[in-house]
């Protein structure tokens, strides 16, 4: 028998996360963002659940490619635009859109020779100060793009630096206005945050939306807001049995380093899931966990293969028993991924993108 844990990627929950995306943004077309192999769920698997988006936004042309090869023929836009001068040529075969965020990607273009011109996305760094042309020099970069015949139409850009936080959008907004207000051309602006709590504002819904981990049920202002608070629901779920039970006496320590003690009698099980699979290090005692759908916590230091729970709240579990680590457990018991993360100092982003090779994943098909 293979090691119990695996992977399930709930198509369903992708459907219905994009959908509230639509709700929050009903004007918008809405751009579902799968990079980073859709954000640890795989490409093909993600499409599934995700086909009724308008299109699709990643960075690795090999990540295009397949979903070219799943036949999906509208929009595909690449977030960081071309890395070298024969991307383009990529980007003409699969009649890719992509982002023009430097001034050299404008020279690669005006010297490329297509047969179709280009849809391409003029980014304009509003403060995030990661890629994009400044406000002032971004009217002579569409000027430039607009004039080569190897550009069909220019659409404008940026991003977000705190869109899930205090200092909100409000102040990059400004910034992109003014600097683009008399420019032509579609406008794409929000990213998951920004959707779920600033759509209702002037210019942010815009033409295109760009909807990432809302897809994969993860709030992006956890803690401050759950999925349940915005109507998402898990799209991963990461789950394995217990392999052993051990009965801890008062003074008794757990795993490496011994950071839990026991001060009274206690049982705990011992789970088939650790670092090497994509779980935590960093979550230490009291993580929240499921077995057999109820709500405990885990204790110790997170071992490459095994982590421990408390029995406590779940007597009746023995060996064999379920262990969900985050997503969708028996009974309708629920454990979102935010929850995890956060009390590994990180965010749920980085736990379903860091889901090890070794897990088998396995979809759950669309209900019919
Ligand atoms: C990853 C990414 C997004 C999606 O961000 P979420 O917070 O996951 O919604 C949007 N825009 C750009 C440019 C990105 O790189």
Not at 1 to 20: F, Y
Not at 59 to 78: F, K, S, V, Y
Not at 135 to 161: C, G, K
Not at 207 to 232: E, K, M, N, Q, T
Request: hydrophobic share 45%; with cysteine; net charge negative.
């Amino acid at each position: 028998m293979p090691r119990p844990i695996e992977a399930l990627i709930h198509t369903d929950a992708l459907a219905h996360n994009l959908q509230r995306a639509r709700a929050g943004a009903p004007d918008s077309r809405v751009w579902a963002v799968v990079k980073a192999n859709a954000y640890g769920h795989g490409v093909e698997r993600a499409f599934t659940g995700l086909r009724a988006a308008d299109g699709f936004a990643l960075l690795d042309l090999e990540e295009a490619q397949r979903l070219r090869a799943l036949d999906w023929r509208g929009p595909i836009l690449l977030l960081e635009g071309c890395f070298e001068p024969r991307d383009l040529e990529t980007c003409s075969r699969l009649n890719l859109w992509h982002v023009v965020h430097d001034e050299t990607q404008i020279d690669w273009l005006a010297a490329h020779k297509t047969h179709q011109p280009h849809r391409v996305f003029l980014k304009m760094n509003s403060g995030m100060n990661r890629l994009g042309f400044r406000p002032e020099s971004t009217r002579a970069a569409w000027a430039r793009l607009n004039a080569l015949p190897q550009v069909a139409e220019v659409s404008l850009m940026t991003h977000f630096s705190d869109a899930d936080g205090e200092r909100g959008i409000a102040h990059q907004m400004a910034v992109f206005d003014a600097a683009t207000r008399d420019l032509p051309g579609e406008r794409c602006v929000a990213n998951s945050a920004a959707v779920l709590r600033h759509a209702r504002e002037a210019g942010v819904a815009a033409d295109w939306v760009r909807a990432g981990i809302l897809c994969y049920g993860s709030a992006p202002d956890f803690p401050a807001h759950d999925i349940v608070h915005w109507g998402l629901r898990p799209t991963m779920t990461l789950r394995t049995k217990l392999i052993a039970t051990q009965a801890l006496q008062p003074g008794d320590s757990v795993g490496y380093g011994s950071t839990f003690v026991a001060d009274a009698p206690m049982t705990i099980g011992i789970a088939a899931c650790g670092y090497a699979d994509g779980y935590p290090r960093h979550a230490g005692t009291g993580t929240p966990v499921l077995v057999e759908g109820v709500r405990t916590r885990t204790v110790g230091r997170v071992s490459m293969d095994m982590l421990a729970v408390d029995l406590g709240p779940v007597p009746q579990a023995g060996l064999g028993s379920e262990v969900t680590l985050w997503g969708d457990g028996p009974n309708g018991a629920r454990l979102p991924i935010d929850e995890v993360a956060h009390a590994a100092g990180t965010i749920g982003y980085e736990l379903m993108c860091a889901l090890a090779p070794r897990v088998p994943v396995r979809a759950v098909p669309l209900a019919s």
